[in-house]
């Protein structure tokens, strides 16, 4: 007897033990096939916490978390299958009728799913305007145009208010901090500092929200009033140039590529005010994201650029600035310090009057 009462409380144990963990569960069916990773992001970067293979669209994932993690399944090409608030417990991934559709979890896997439904219903919405619109567009339906465009802007409104109802709601939570992180490269610093000083203290101290928080700091590096560090870059003839290396006024540092019809079409202003203002203190300092060199050196022929240009072929220096679409310009005073960001045209030349006194 006492045999079978010891069999029982170790099949039981067992049993516990295996409840423990989590249990990933993916049936998508078809031929889908190949290698995947479980990741999630931390203040160090991403790290794996498990691989897969996929095969018939079928694969699974174990394992254990100290505490709620939100984790990406993705494949080996960086493609992602699905987002998941990871704890230790079960959950099934499908294939449904809108895309992925993840069922089981817990509370902050729920919670998640309302967040994203909502982006879900906006991203749904502006594939039918952009399809609806392009029809428009080429019949030369104006009305049309316009009626799209105010009834996309309703929806998304709309979602705004939902997700600002979410946030309010579950502000303490770090599926909210994760929801702020997936879009916090688009932000500027204002408005993530306003979000992230809405969440909690559980929130902000999560691991989303010290991402959040690493974020912000390097928002206000190249913020207006903030001195960016220094640095160096190649020139085309083989030298070195630094930022604090150039004595002026005014350091207008632009980014621009060769391949940037954009940044192209906006030399001529720069010319010009380069030009009116260079003999009072204005200096230019031209950095290329371009990865070819021989790109950028045909390019600095073709424009006949006066100014100092260098070349930052790994975007090392245009990562630091933040620098997400070119053409993007940071004017700095003679102390290095950022006093305006982003100005072309017009506002850039009256900028510069401004402060050199004209």
């Known amino acids: 007897m006492k045999q079978i009462l010891f069999a029982l409380l170790l099949l039981a144990s067992i049993s ?9 569960t993916g049936r998508l069916g078809g031929t889908l096939g190949g290698n995947l990773m479980l990741v999630t992001n931390t203040t160090e970067g991403a790290i794996r916490l498990g691989q897969a293979v996929m095969v018939n669209g079928n694969f699974s994932f174990s394992g254990k978390v100290n505490e709620m993690t939100p984790v990406y399944i993705l494949t080996d090409q960086q493609q992602p299958i699905a987002t998941l608030m990871l704890e230790n417990t079960e959950y099934t991934i499908l294939a449904g009728e809108n895309g992925i559709e993840v069922e089981g979890g817990g509370e902050a896997q729920k919670l998640w799913n309302q967040y994203d439904a ?3 219903t906006v991203a749904r919405e502006s594939q039918k305007m952009e399809q609806e619109a392009r029809t428009a567009y080429s019949s030369g339906n104006q009305m049309k145009m316009q009626a799209l465009q105010q009834q ?8 705004g208010r939902q997700q600002a109802a979410l946030f309010e709601t579950y502000k303490d939570s770090p599926v909210t901090a994760f929801v702020i992180v997936s879009g916090m490269q688009q932000m500027d610093y204002a408005s993530l500092k306003l979000m992230y000083d809405g969440l909690g203290e559980t929130a902000k101290n999560c691991i989303s929200g010290q991402l959040i928080a690493q974020q912000i700091e390097q928002f206000k590096q190249v913020e207006v009033g903030s001195v960016p560090s220094d640095f160096i870059g190649l020139t085309a003839e083989g030298d070195t140039l630094s930022l604090y290396g150039v004595e002026a006024k005014l350091k207008l540092v632009d980014f621009w590529a060769s391949w940037c019809a954009p940044c192209r079409a906006e030399m001529p202003n720069v010319k010009k005010v380069y030009k009116k203002y260079h003999e009072q203190g204005l200096e230019v300092i031209g950095v290329s994201i371009d990865q070819k060199p021989a790109d950028w050196l045909k390019a600095l022929q ?5 100014w100092p240009n260098i070349i930052d072929p790994e975007s090392k220096i245009a990562a630091y600035f933040l620098v997400q679409a070119i053409p ?3 004017l700095l005073d003679e102390n290095n310090k950022i006093i305006a960001k ?3 045209g017009k506002e850039l030349e009256a900028k510069i009057a401004e402060v050199l006194g004209e």
């Open 152 to 159: 996309f802007q309703k929806v998304a409104e709309e979602a």
């Open 118 to 120: 909502i982006t879900q």
């Open 16 to 24: 516990l033990s295996a409840q423990e963990g989590f249990k990933i």
């Open 342 to 344: 982003n100005l072309r």
């Open 302 to 306: 073709e424009e006949k650029l006066p």
């Open 328 to 330: 993007q310009t940071f």
